[in-house]
């Protein structure tokens, strides 16, 4: 069969071939980033936002990508596993818990992150920041949270296994980051989870890593084996913590609890 020709002899792409390489080119786009909106995409790709939307809500109808609920980002979906190495079981509990960090921002107005261990630190995975009123962050995706001095990192640490914990701990002894020294004291590291794995959530009320807000942390835990952890966070000056504890703590745990993980 003949091959329709440029007049540099050529063959010519068909409409069909361009569409499913652009789509193609959007799917690896979203994989590499881990986690992106349709106009980042676009720029990405130097495609039109029209093109770039449509072959999105395509990827998303047949199962290849799916839009966070809290964010409007889109990421590769386990049925994209066996088309690079970029898919990321983390985005499993991320599919999972943006919902009910959707309505947990609206019951409780503060935003509110998902954050998964990743290399000695909690990184952002989901975030209400962007629809919260009473934010004063932004582009928090991907932003890697200490674990001595943040609730998320706190929290992880208190739940996780003793062995795994151990080993976290050496690792940030090695790393010997300045401001970390002062909670890697062993009798004040011992207290921080002795206290946290008691009350089954994290604070961080002191200014220790935002001098401007609190937040509290609770795990997402099944059968001792640690996915995550969700935050709220809010202004200091704004609200007491034992307030915020009355207010958010329960809330908290309760979509930690039900969660579907597996």
Not at 27 to 33: F, K, P
Not at 238 to 261: C, G, H, S
Request: proline residues 5%; aromatic residues 6%.
């Amino acid at each position: 069969m003949s091959k329709e020709r440029t007049r540099n002899g050529q063959p010519r792409q068909s409409e069909g071939v361009r569409a499913f390489k652009r789509g193609l080119d959007v799917l690896q786009e979203v994989n590499r980033s881990g986690g992106i909106r349709a106009g980042d995409v676009a720029r990405a790709l130097d495609l039109p936002r029209p093109t770039v939307y449509r072959l999105l809500e395509t990827l998303e109808e047949l199962g290849y990508v799916a839009r966070s609920a809290s964010d409007d980002r889109f990421r590769v979906t386990r049925l994209a596993l066996s088309l690079g190495d970029g898919y990321d079981p983390g985005v499993l509990i991320c599919q999972a818990a943006a919902p009910y960090l959707a309505e947990l921002s609206k019951t409780l107005v503060w935003p509110v992150d998902l954050s998964t261990y990743e290399n000695a630190a909690m990184v952002v995975q989901e975030t209400t920041h962007s629809r919260s009123p009473l934010s004063i962050d932004r582009g928090m995706i991907g932003k890697r949270l200490p674990m001595l001095r943040t609730s998320a990192g706190r929290a992880y640490l208190a739940t996780c296994p003793a062995r795994e914990r151990d080993l976290i701990v050496s690792h940030l002894r090695r790393i010997d980051e300045a401001d970390d020294r002062p909670f890697l004291d062993q009798r004040r590291l011992d207290q921080m989870i002795t206290e946290t794995a008691a009350r089954g959530y994290a604070i961080r009320s002191e200014g220790e890593y935002n001098p401007k807000t609190a937040s509290i942390a609770v795990p997402i835990v099944r059968n001792e084996i640690v996915f995550g952890c969700i935050s709220i966070i809010w202004i200091r000056t704004a609200l007491a913590i034992d307030k915020a504890i009355a207010d958010f703590a329960a809330p908290l745990r309760d979509a930690a609890a039900a969660i579907p993980v597996e």
